[in-house]
């Protein structure tokens, strides 16, 4: 099952936390993101530099909730950011925690997310947390659903050289140059690329 539609699962069955592994969290969260552009789902990100921020435009009205007094408080501190989402996120929010595999081991964040669980429930909120490996404590064993977001598959990897490609062939359109060669990905060359990509995140792939 793919990541996105694991993640329709956990948003039809009322699933509070989660965490997602993966060698690439951006492009995991962009790709459910895109996926679920057509939902009424906030989708928020959480870092310690950047803080919150939304990722669409729900997800910026859902921080409106919060103020930005609180926001700014909460910047560098995962576990006052849980409690303040708690307290104040709107209804039907996702959060995505990055590095949370970092954190996720401090006693007073355990403590936060297993407050959070039943008010997040209650109101279809939802934290992920996010990571390239979770080693979860026992205390969050029966709170947090596990998902992992595999590395891309011969199929993925196909549909990355043939996007590389057709963004260069725009590119080239643009500057009216006929004298500039375009991309043409023959089979010999998408199973030469798909040979020397597979095993890759998409992002490492896509350069």
Known sequence: MCIVESIKDIRRSGTPLAAITTTDPEATVERIKSELSNTKIG??????????RGLNEHGINALKSI?????????????????????????????????????????????????????????????????????????LAGDVVFLNDPLPDEEDISSIVAKVADNYNKAVD???DDSIPKAVVTDEIMTDSIDALIGLPAFTAEQ
């Open 174 to 176: 643009k500057k009216g």
């Open 43 to 52: 989708f928020v990100s959480y870092d310690i530099l950047q803080g919150f």
């Open 67 to 139: 103020g930005e007094d609180d926001i700014e408080s909460v910047k560098d501190s995962p576990t006052d950011a849980v409690l303040v989402a708690t307290s104040k996120i709107d209804a039907g929010t996702m959060i995505f925690m990055h590095t949370a595999n970092r954190y996720a081991e401090q006693l007073p964040f355990i403590q936060a997310l297993k407050n959070a669980r039943n008010p997040f429930c209650a109101s279809r909120r939802t934290i992920i947390l996010m990571g390239i490996d979770m080693p979860l404590p026992p205390e």
